[in-house]
């Protein structure tokens, strides 16, 4: 009984290892993938492409006078650069502002 059984296994290894070889060889046998080539050009790229969001500052400075009053002309617009010592607006003062009306 034990000699059956060795032979069993044995006979199911040999079969699964031609089975093996056997394989391998076929699919050795395909064909390889020919790739189609093209030579090179030259082109502009044009991408476009659609954002939704809103644009932050880097950095943001707060500004406030040394003075109270009611601003009376802004020389500068959002986003414009400015230096230290520009005028950016000029400042009506008014001893109390709730008077002013």
């Keep these: 009984m034990k000699r ?10 040999l ?4 089975f093996g070889i056997r394989y391998i060889y076929l699919k050795d046998q395909k064909d390889p993938v ?20 809103s644009i932050v500052p880097k950095e943001e400075v707060l500004i406030k006078p040394n003075i109270s009053g009611i601003i009376d002309q ?3 617009e959002a986003g414009d650069y400015v230096k230290s ?3 950016l607006a000029m ?9 002013s009306k």
Excluded: M
């Design 74 to 76: 802004i020389f500068v």
């Design 91 to 99: 400042v009506k003062v008014v001893p109390n502002v709730s008077s």
């Design 15 to 18: 079969i699964a290892f031609v």
């Design 34 to 53: 020919v790739y189609e080539t093209q030579s090179s050009f030259r082109h502009t790229i044009l991408k476009k492409t659609v954002a939704t969001g």
């Design 4 to 13: 059956i059984g060795t032979i069993i296994t044995l006979t199911v290894i």
């Design 85 to 87: 010592g520009d005028l």
